[in-house]
């Protein structure tokens, strides 16, 4: 399998950016609002995704894995032991891509650690910690298929994607003419390729490579690029409350022992199955946004 182009962001700075927080101590301390607040207490409700196989998945005995659970559970046990409190125990919640930002702004969820990408209109109702991986846009398509090769042999196909996703707003940026239709999940699109319903999906690198991992021989992932560049780049991030410069900072801290650990490679080995060329990067270090 082709796991040239997936590249994670290795975290490499301890430089984290202090933030000034005007309202940030001694408020609100209900864990309904603040991430610090529902570790402390010993009850964190942490969003993922729960059909993304590699990333955020949830297992026929009800069990989590995936590279985000391992990421949300390593930043909760980090920052609990790093208090001195006791390790949370953690409820899992399904976030869609498209509900991320609300479920956040609600209070339903603490964090959310589920392929989220950083971009400018997410950070102006989330914070985010992070970036903690880098990955770009690609394809699946069914193994024999010959027409379709990259971006350019999507004209006139019928496209799958995710309603609020970053890879269907930019595929249609790009191609308005190509027939995209918008499904709640990735594992919804998986299932019309392989009914044919559909000519090819578009998503991550990530989630692309561990849907077809799951059944070999018959999907293959495609690279997208634009003059020679990749056609994005997704930054994941940790969604947090708005606002919530603490619980930023402290989740920056967190990732950036989880990279000098060595802990990240440890968890994209077993995760994603390794071969990832990485680059590097620093936790709060947003400056690709601008
Ligand atoms: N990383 C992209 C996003 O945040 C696509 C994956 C997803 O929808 O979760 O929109």
Redesign the pocket.
Known sequence: MNRMFLRTLALTSTTVVAGVSLAACGSDSSSDDNMLAAIEAGEVTVGT?FDQPGLGLRNPDGTMSGLDVDVAEYILNYIAEDNGWDEPSIDWRETP?AQRETLIQNGEVDLIA????INASRAESVNFGGPYLLTHQALLVAEDEAEITGLEGLDGKILCS?T????AQKVKEALPSVQLQEFDTYSSCVEALRQGNIDAMT??AT?LLGYSAQAPGQFKVLEMEQDGEPFTN?Y?GIGLTKDDTEGTDAVNAALTELHESGEFDVLVDKNLGGDEAVSPGTPGDLSFLE
């Open positions: 995704k891509s589920a392929t989220y990408s995710v609020g996703s970053t890879p998503t991550d989630i997704e994941y």
